[in-house]
């Protein structure tokens, strides 16, 4: 009984965070910031591996459009005391 139970949770643990990578949060406020900067059709593409530094705790990436039409790509990184920093790749 006791196994089963701690299964449980660590397949809980595992869970929380794969999906604690991103942060919708990040990605509206970082939106808004590129959307002030004149870039367009901004999409979410999920969670970034490579695009941030190990020292944050969020990536979340995106994809857009800029003033000349040209796609652009990068991510919002961010860490629990930090704000939104925006990475183009």
Do not use: H, P
Not at 27 to 33: D, E, H
């Amino acid at each position: 009984m006791k196994k089963s139970i701690n299964i449980k949770y660590i397949a809980l643990l595992i869970a929380s965070a794969l999906f604690s990578c991103t942060s919708s949060n990040d990605f509206a406020k970082g939106k808004q910031q590129l959307e002030q900067q004149g870039y367009a059709n901004i999409e979410y593409t999920g969670y970034d591996w490579f695009c941030c530094s190990d020292k944050d705790e969020f990536s979340t990436g995106f994809k857009c459009k800029d003033k000349n039409g040209n796609t652009v790509e990068g991510c919002f990184c961010s860490s629990l005391l930090k704000g939104v920093t925006i990475r183009f790749e």
